[in-house]
């Protein structure tokens, strides 16, 4: 096909999908010999990877977060801590300066649970990380579904999903508060003649008083490049749509089928709409896993050699964290049906059961299948197979990308980066250099502030010119 067939088609954005442990979505891959999992402790494994991803002009690495842990299976954290499932996890902030500092491009986005740190302290920190990356911060707003995560934080038990989404709102409240009109734009005078550094009339109070956050006092940051990070969420049922819907500028998605993307991303995109913004203020990125060679053989037999060292058993450890349901005591050939969850990621479940009913999995199956990419999609061959498979994915669900989950690291991204990268240039799908700016001007914004039409622009003050009058 020449350039003009692919004029019309949208460029397919790319985010690599981290987290702080030797393991994320592919146990086992740690005893690989050419796999750095091992290294995930040490600031050379972070940079070393970030410079690669800029090589890949991979839009942001997204790191995934919480502080539950995989403790459902057998009813305890055994099996999970033995194969290293998501346990250890360490605090993934702490080595975004150092990358920052590495990088010029990469988006850096952090998950943070919106039920869990108070807002204020949440607040400063992220204003800080955008200060010290030149506005590259993103943040993915979570609300958990682990009784794990909350027994460490002195609560009995979890709250409703309904009320989880509650609390997040009101957190978002309180942060748009203290990002956006707290401190003008103007505030910081820096006058090294008048030997005034703020002007005072410009730093405004906030005086939050809600249903779960009480907050006075002034933002304790001047503001930063993009002021708000950009937003991202994660979560699909039906109240995390609305959240999404209202807050989002990006959606993060897992699914082991086209056919589970398309209505979640019809419906949340419905839900901006009703919240007076565009359908197009989102995006959406699926988990996905890519096994490439420069021959589909060579592809194949890499993922031959990958899977000597799967372990069904963590990743099913891992799918019982998320649903809350116990399988270690499931028939391996059970087959396995939608259920209510109110702990637990009914998403994770929906899409291995109700959102494609012809395909029955059973729990085997389930392991099997969530052993290398988790509940994503595994795309194996040639770069022209992946290829074709990545642009099917994004025309026929609506979708815009996919985080990018790994088997062995670094590896799966240098060869995002030689092999999968060149060819989806060829066809015009892929960008060819980093947009200037913030990461939200990167990723398409038209500044480096949130858009009038998202709901934390209303809590922007009128310059200080303007209230006067
Ligand atoms: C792709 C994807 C990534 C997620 N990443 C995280 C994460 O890093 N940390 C976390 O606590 N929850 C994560 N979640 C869980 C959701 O944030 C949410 O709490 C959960 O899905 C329950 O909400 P739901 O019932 O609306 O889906 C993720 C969910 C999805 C689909």
């Excluded at 702490?94 to 869990?116: E, F, K, P, Q, W």
């Excluded at 398309?262 to 988990?287: I, N, Q």
């Amino acid at each position: 096909m020449s350039c003009a067939d692919h004029h019309h088609k949208k460029q397919i954005r790319i985010n690599a999908f981290a987290l702080h442990s030797p393991v994320h979505h592919s146990p086992g891959m740690w005893r690989h010999p050419r796999d750095r999992s091992l290294h995930y402790n040490t600031l050379d494994y972070w940079v070393d990877l970030a410079k690669t991803l800029e090589r890949g002009l991979v839009d942001s690495l997204f790191m995934a977060d919480s502080i539950g842990v995989n403790d459902v299976y057998g009813g305890s954290v055994d099996t999970a801590l033995r194969h290293g499932a998501q346990v250890p996890k360490q605090d993934p902030v702490m080595s975004l300066s150092a990358i920052a500092y590495v990088t010029r491009d990469l988006g850096l986005c952090v998950t943070s649970n919106a039920n869990h740190e108070p807002p204020y302290v949440f607040a400063r920190r992220m204003s800080t990380l955008d200060h010290l990356t030149r506005g590259r911060i993103g943040w993915n707003i979570v609300t958990g579904f682990a009784q794990s995560s909350v027994k460490v934080l002195g609560k009995n038990g979890i709250a409703s999903r309904d009320e989880r989404y509650d609390i997040a709102d009101e957190y978002m409240d309180v942060v748009y508060k203290l990002w956006e009109s707290s401190w003008e734009d103007d505030a910081p005078v820096r006058d090294t003649a008048t030997g005034v550094f703020v002007d005072p009339s410009k730093v405004h109070r906030v005086d939050h008083e809600g249903r779960y956050f009480k907050v006075h006092g002034i933002h304790m940051t001047e503001p930063s490049p993009q002021r708000t990070p950009v937003l991202f969420q994660a979560g699909s049922s039906a109240r995390g749509q609305r959240f999404a819907g209202r807050h989002a500028e990006g959606i993060y998605l897992s699914g082991p089928s086209k056919k589970v993307l398309t209505p979640v991303v019809s419906a949340t995109r419905a839900e901006a709409v009703k919240a007076g913004r565009a359908a197009h203020d989102l995006r959406f990125y699926t988990m996905a896993t890519i096994i490439t060679g420069r021959t589909s053989r060579e592809a194949r037999d890499k993922y031959e050699d990958y899977r000597r060292f799967v372990t069904p058993e963590a990743a099913l450890a891992m799918f019982s964290g998320w649903t809350g349901i116990d399988f270690s005591s499931w028939d391996p050939d059970e087959p396995i049906r939608y259920m209510q969850l109110d702990a637990g990621t009914s998403s994770a479940l929906e899409g291995f059961t109700r959102l494609d009913p012809e395909r029955v999995w059973t729990v085997r199956e389930l392991a099997l299948h969530n052993a290398i990419g988790g509940r994503g999609p595994v795309f194996i061959g040639a770069p022209g197979e992946v290829a074709d498979a990545l642009e099917e994915w994004v025309d026929e669900t609506g979708i815009d990308g996919f985080n990018l989950s790994y088997t062995v690291t670094p590896e799966a991204y240098e060869d995002f980066a030689d092999l999968i990268v060149p060819e989806l240039q060829e066809r015009g799908r892929y960008k060819t250099r980093y947009e200037p700016g913030t990461l939200r001007e990167k990723l398409g914004g038209d500044s480096s502030r949130l858009n009038d039409r998202h709901p934390g622009a209303a809590f922007r003050r009128a310059p200080y010119s303007l209230q006067e009058r």
